[in-house]
């Protein structure tokens, strides 16, 4: 462990470290642990959960940047909007490495920025810069994906042995030779039979939409059904926001706005 957190004030536009006593994270194992210790710390009573002083957690483990298998995973620790408690969701990649290297456990960020900016952890040190020129701009460079093939290859992440990232190949048609990582199988029950939808291009291109807005394919593709069904209802009509949502194969699960 690196005895220490990088607290950014998104407010003030300011950074510090908070140190961890030894005895804390014996105590707290793991960044779930020390999350769930962590947040009670710095969690104001009855704080609204979408307000400021809400604190997103990251934080890496006590294996993450060796070779133990499966250490590459880092946890975010919030107070959860949906039920007003705890919330905890994992992740894997290189963002808890890039952490560590930079010598932190985990970033504690809170606070509200009145512009857009973007946090810089390099061997500059640590800076919040200006992010005006990407505001607005898909997270990804890839437009559209083809039909849903052959799997290439597989990928996993560092210090990982399960390689569960299926790499998928268009080997046909008018995306032939796309690529791209997946879909997988929330993405295809979410977009797919939820929606009663049996195109695969089709939910790959929702895919590739929600990964380009940032969005979460398991939560848009239950609130694409429920809008759905409010039509299907009469409870929405055209002219209000999302003019229409369309059903059935071949269909994109997508709204006219």
């Given at each position: 462990?690196?005895g220490?957190?990088?607290?950014?004030?998104?407010?003030?536009?300011?950074?510090?470290?908070?140190?961890?006593?030894?005895?804390?994270?014996?105590?707290?194992?793991?960044?779930?642990?020390?999350?769930?210790?962590?947040?009670f710390?710095?969690?104001?009573?009855?704080?609204?959960?979408?307000?400021?002083?809400?604190p997103?957690?990251?934080?890496?483990g006590?294996?993450?940047?060796?070779?133990?298998?499966?250490?590459?995973?880092?946890?975010?620790?919030?107070?959860?909007?949906?039920?007003?408690?705890?919330?905890?969701?994992?992740?894997?990649?290189?963002i808890?490495?890039?952490i560590?290297?930079?010598?932190?456990?985990?970033l504690?960020?809170?606070?509200?920025s009145?512009?857009?900016?973007?946090?810089?952890?390099?061997?500059?040190?640590?800076?919040?810069?200006?992010?005006?020129r990407?505001?607005?701009?898909?997270?990804?460079?890839?437009?559209?994906?083809?039909?849903?093939?052959?799997?290439?290859?597989?990928?996993?992440?560092?210090?990982?042995?399960?390689?569960?990232?299926?790499?998928?190949?268009?080997?046909?048609?008018?995306?032939?030779g796309?690529?791209?990582?997946?879909?997988e199988?929330?993405?295809?029950?979410?977009?797919g039979s939820?929606?009663?939808?049996?195109?695969?291009?089709?939910?790959?291109?929702?895919?590739?939409?929600?990964?380009?807005?940032?969005?979460?394919?398991?939560?848009?593709?239950?609130?694409?059904?429920?809008?759905?069904?409010?039509?299907?209802?009469?409870?929405?009509?055209?002219?209000?926001?999302?003019?229409r949502a369309?059903?059935?194969?071949?269909?994109?699960?997508a709204?006219?706005?």
């Open positions: 462990m690196c220490k957190l990088l607290d950014i004030d998104l407010t003030s536009g300011k950074t510090r470290e908070i140190g961890i006593a030894d005895e804390t994270t014996r105590k707290y194992l793991g960044g779930r642990g020390l999350g769930a210790r962590l947040l710390d710095l969690l104001p009573a009855k704080t609204d959960p979408l307000s400021a002083d809400n997103l957690i990251f934080l890496t006590p294996f993450t940047g060796s070779m133990a298998p499966g250490s590459s995973k880092f946890v975010v620790v919030t107070k959860s909007p949906l039920t007003n408690g705890w919330c905890d969701s994992y992740s894997s990649g290189r808890s490495l890039e560590k290297k930079a010598g932190y456990d985990g504690v960020i809170r606070g509200r009145n512009h857009p900016c973007y946090l810089r952890l390099g061997d500059r040190g640590v800076e919040i810069r200006e992010a005006g990407l505001w607005g701009k898909a997270l990804g460079k890839i437009d559209s994906v083809g039909v849903y093939k052959s799997v290439k290859s597989h990928r996993a992440c560092q210090s990982c042995f399960v390689h569960c990232s299926l790499v998928t190949e268009a080997a046909e048609g008018k995306y032939k796309a690529t791209m990582e997946g879909p199988y929330e993405t295809l029950g979410m977009f939820n929606l009663l939808i049996d195109s695969l291009p089709t939910i790959i291109q929702a895919n590739v939409l929600c990964d380009k807005l940032g969005l979460d394919t398991i939560s848009a593709g239950n609130v694409i059904g429920f809008a759905m069904e409010c039509f299907e209802k009469g409870l929405l009509t055209p002219g209000r926001p999302g003019q369309v059903r059935g194969r071949g269909k994109s699960p709204y006219d706005r």
